[in-house]
């Protein structure tokens, strides 16, 4: 495995603590980079946080200018913000990609089981793990304009003829998960949470308007899936799915072999899509990035695409309960011609944290092909 270069990306502690109380470097969920500046997002909360991208020492790069874009500024969300933050309802975003002027995000859509605390008896651990819920922002997905100023990007809620706009939906569902409860693989799996490899979106890619959901669960008999979706504005700020396969249903599904792992993001290179493959459950390692040729191309029909159709681009390294690899985008320290993939974790280990207010982001080079 190659070494990793990195970035450092440096927030202000002025927007600390947040919600829950889990600094935001401690869990990254997605990354994006547009032009000169990087956009990432922490599971528990409900914005964007947006970094500009500087030439640091040694040749490292850094993040730096820390600005947070809170949603609900740009969106109706499906569960509006609480007049206290901490009963604010999280997002828990999974995906970002940036096409044609908009940031488009994504929700895990997925349910949560308790996590019982290591101090927590038999009874009390028992009662927890009983417990599942929903988080009504969870059910989002959604395009705001984004637009550069100067040279720095910015979000909007129009941007010409443009507006800001989600799936329909409300807390408890959208049209997406509507219209998967009747599907024949993936009806069953919405029902159960997230990290018992139930529905749970961690991927996200755009292209030519076709967007892609990687979904980290369910796994079939070792076959990962990605959605593949149309959604168009209405008049309403609102995002409508078309219709795409004989049946009138509003996605197609793509199973892929990835010998067990499910989906932890998605990302567009030119036509082909690079995959971030880990594993489903609530487990460490092993994280490989794969690449799907041609898929970022307009779909007739759902694939299945078997193991020997993907080609392997890189392994990610891995911590026993922390430096879980969830978001990567391509990456230029000068925001032009892009030759490698920058990686943000989960769990960030004690040694990705120089400073107070800082964590380290991988940087790979990626391999001709």
């Known amino acids: 495995m190659t070494a990793p270069n990195h970035v450092i990306l440096t927030f202000d502690p002025a927007v600390e603590p947040f919600a829950k109380g ?45 600005t947070s874009f809170p949603l609900a500024d740009y969106l109706d969300l499906p569960a509006p913000p609480a007049a206290d933050p901490e009963e604010t309802v999280e997002a828990d975003l999974e995906g970002l990609a940036f096409e044609d002027g908009a940031l488009w995000l ?3 859509h997925s349910l949560k089981r308790k996590k019982p605390k290591p101090k927590d008896g038999a009874d009390k651990a028992g009662q927890q793990l009983a417990k599942v819920g929903r988080d009504g ?29 989600r799936l329909a939906g409300d807390d408890h569902g959208n049209a997406l998960t509507k219209a998967l409860h009747d599907d024949e693989h993936l009806a069953p799996f919405l029902a159960i949470p997230g990290k018992d490899n139930g529905f749970d979106i961690e991927g ?9 959901l990687g979904l980290r669960g369910p796994v079939l008999r070792g076959w990962a899936v990605i959605l593949e979706l149309e959604p168009a504005a209405d008049a309403a700020d609102k995002l409508e799915l078309n219709a795409l396969d004989a049946k009138r249903r509003p ?27 880990g594993p489903t459950m609530d487990l460490d390692g092993p994280v490989r990035v794969l690449c ?23 392994d990610i390294p891995f911590g026993a309960g922390v430096d879980h690899a969830e978001g990567m985008t391509l990456f230029s320290p000068d925001g032009g011609k892009t030759h490698s993939l920058l990686v943000v974790y989960d769990a960030a280990s004690e040694q990705r944290k120089p400073g107070e207010n800082a964590v380290l982001a991988d940087v790979f080079a990626l391999p001709d092909r």
Not at 46 to 58: A, F, I, P, Y
Not at 139 to 158: K, M
């Open 22 to 66: 889990k600094a935001l470097r401690d869990g990254l969920s997605v990354v994006v980079q547009i032009g000169t500046t990087l956009w990432v997002a922490n599971d528990e909360t409900v914005s964007l946080e947006r970094l500009s991208l500087t030439s640091g020492d040694g040749g490292m790069f850094a993040g730096q200018a820390h």
């Open 106 to 108: 994504v929700g895990s």
């Open 137 to 165: 922002n969870r059910y989002l997905l959604a395009r705001i304009p984004a637009r550069e100023v100067g040279a720095t990007w910015s979000l909007a809620r129009q941007d010409g003829q443009r507006r800001a706009a």
């Open 204 to 212: 996200l890619a755009v292209a030519d308007g076709r967007v892609f």
């Open 251 to 277: 996605y197609l599904k793509h199973f892929l072999q990835l010998d067990g792992l499910g989906i932890r993001d998605l990302c567009r290179q030119g036509d082909d899509l690079l995959i971030l493959a």
């Open 292 to 314: 799907w040729p041609g898929s970022a191309k307009r779909h007739q029909s759902g694939e299945m695409v078997a193991a020997d159709a993907l080609q392997f681009v890189l």
